[in-house]
């Protein structure tokens, strides 16, 4: 069966230090691998995607994220952690099974302490 | 402005009788989905599109009805509401599936 873990419900860093949002995924596919931001009663918005070109993808905002095929991990970094970086990030995966099935992870909040 | 568009935004309803959320897009994306969120478990997948009249079934598609009778639009049809299926739902669009998703405000429904 296809799933994704986000392996933290919640995570609390401080202004300035390092953010890491940890997400696993069990597939038998090939997948592609995505990484989405919904702030406080927003939409959900891209922060950045995996699609085999490269296993380091730079996405927005200083956000980047690294493919382990062998781990099946697709972590989510930023080296140092702004306060509108609050909010709950995605960790997706999508699926060509016939046609193309999405799987959200549960989310993982980030609080960032002043 | 690209963009996708859900109607309404907020609706309050009572068990069984039939609605209809609207979805549109103005990209002429190929592939549309539908989403519900629930606290502690992200979004999961009702339905998606992969074009034109060619529609599949998510995660949790039971309740729901879902056409694609032309590119722009995606309604989802729940034809007797029950008290489970009030939620955040989300409409999204992609150029295709494996591209990046388009989302859309979202629709709070209560269904009491």
């Known amino acids: 069966a296809q799933s994704v873990t986000q392996l933290d419900s919640h995570v609390s860093v401080s202004e300035g230090t390092p953010v890491l949002l940890r997400c696993n995924y069990s597939s038998s596919y090939s997948p592609s691998l995505f990484w989405y931001v919904q702030h406080p009663n927003k939409g959900l918005q891209l922060l950045l995607k995996y699609t085999s070109a490269a296993t380091l993808v730079k996405g927005i905002n200083g956000f980047e994220a690294e493919f382990k095929k062998s781990e099946t991990s697709f972590h989510l970094t930023k080296p140092s952690a702004h306060m509108s970086d609050a909010a709950e990030y995605f960790c997706?995966?999508?699926?060509?099974?016939?046609?193309?099935?999405?799987?959200f992870g549960a989310g993982t909040r980030l609080f960032v302490k002043a | 402005e690209a963009q996708v568009t859900q109607n309404p935004r907020y609706l309050i309803t009572v068990t069984g009788k039939k609605l209809t959320v609207t979805c549109s897009q103005n990209m002429n994306h190929e592939y549309m989905s539908w989403y519900r969120q629930d606290p502690g478990l992200g979004l999961r997948q009702i339905y998606y599109s992969m074009n034109v009249e060619v529609t599949d079934k998510g995660d949790v598609p039971e309740g729901y009805k879902v056409s694609r009778k032309e590119k722009r639009n995606f309604p989802l049809i729940l034809e007797s509401p029950s008290p489970n299926q009030t939620s955040l739902y989300f409409c999204a669009s992609s150029r295709t599936g494996n591209n990046e998703q388009y989302f859309g405000p979202g629709t709070r429904l209560t269904v009491t």
């Open positions: 997706v995966v999508t699926l060509k099974t016939g046609g193309f099935k999405t799987i």
